[in-house]
């Protein structure tokens, strides 16, 4: 090596670059670490620093290189070796370009090290240059090892979270109350309502459902969710129905209901919209006093309310 080295440092006609190229084929990092040194050539020199376990200077020559692939080799490199202080530094370098943050991601896990990652990522949110991609990888960690700190992190950085992919996480791991505020954060109701719906143990809310149930698009939610109340909430199903009741075709209300073999669990309801004067509405209730007895109920129906097929009745 100090022959080495002495003959470089003189004048010489030697291509200094392919013998250090030929000295780190063969294995002989030292010799290369001198060699590439002598050309200034960063890139490479860390790539041998890292080979020599010099962690700390293969970082100092990564800096001067500044190359995405420089610095994930010294990342990952430190990685492998338990160096997070030094990994951490190069890889606040990687988290900033988002199409390099899912290679670093990958490594972590490979050996374990979720931990360090959610660390990472967290310090990687307070970085001038953070973007969409740091905000929603860590929603993802979240739901698959730290679950408890899932909604925190998507009610702070909504505007900041590619929502779509984070979703696909939520059903992934079933973290379903997630999935719902991220699907109405979004505009997706049908979906926020249909998810509350098939997972309502955990995801149900009378009133996060009420606030996503008068904005969904497809009306026969209207529907399914009268069904759903009436087997999981029926205390609730007034208070549902009242909400919907100008968006609702009352006529196709009480014949689902009817097929049920309920519809008296609805007769306040029925009540406060009888003065639409819906000939479905008014034979239902009337049918509901006739069966309780209440002849004065039903004798005021029929005075007030006048559709109805008066020969059926009698």
């Not at 309502?193 to 996503?212: C, G, I, R, Y």
């Not at 999981?232 to 097929?259: F, G, H, I, S, Y």
């Amino acid at each position: 090596m100090p022959e080495l080295e002495q003959f470089i440092s003189e004048p010489n006609q030697a291509d200094i670059q392919k013998c250090g190229d030929r000295c780190f084929d063969e294995r002989l990092y030292e010799a290369s670490r001198i060699l590439y040194q002598q050309v200034g050539n960063n890139h490479k020199l860390a790539q041998v620093l890292v080979k020599l376990k010099q962690y700390q200077a293969a970082f100092e020559a990564a800096k001067k290189a500044d190359i995405p692939k420089v610095w994930k080799e010294v990342c990952f490199a430190c990685v492998r070796a338990k160096e997070f202080r030094t990994a951490n530094m190069a890889a606040m370098k990687i988290i900033i370009l988002p199409d390099h943050l899912e290679d670093l991601i990958k490594h972590y896990e490979k050996y374990g090290f979720q931990d360090e990652l959610i660390l990472l990522l967290e310090q990687g949110m307070s970085l001038e240059r953070s973007h969409q991609g740091i905000y929603t990888e860590l929603g993802i960690l979240y739901a698959k090892f730290s679950p408890q700190r899932l909604m925190d992190h998507v009610r702070t950085y909504c505007q900041k979270i590619m929502i779509p992919k984070l979703v696909r996480a939520c059903e992934q791991y079933q973290m379903w109350p997630e999935a719902v505020f991220l699907h109405s954060q979004y505009g997706q109701f049908d979906q926020a309502v249909l998810t509350m719906m098939e997972h309502s143990p955990s995801a149900w809310k009378h009133d996060l459902f009420s606030q996503n149930i008068v904005k969904v698009s497809n009306h026969d939610l209207y529907y399914r969710a009268v069904i759903f109340y009436l087997e999981e909430e029926p205390m609730l199903l007034n208070d549902l129905l009242k909400l919907l009741a100008m968006k609702v075709d009352l006529t196709k209300c009480v014949q689902v209901m009817k097929r049920t073999g309920y519809i008296a669990l609805i007769t306040p309801f029925l009540k406060s919209v009888q003065n639409q004067n819906i000939s479905a509405v008014n034979e239902a209730l009337n049918e509901i006093y006739m069966e309780n007895e209440d002849f004065e109920s039903l004798r005021q129906s029929i005075k007030e309310f006048d559709s109805f097929e008066s020969l059926k009745l009698a």
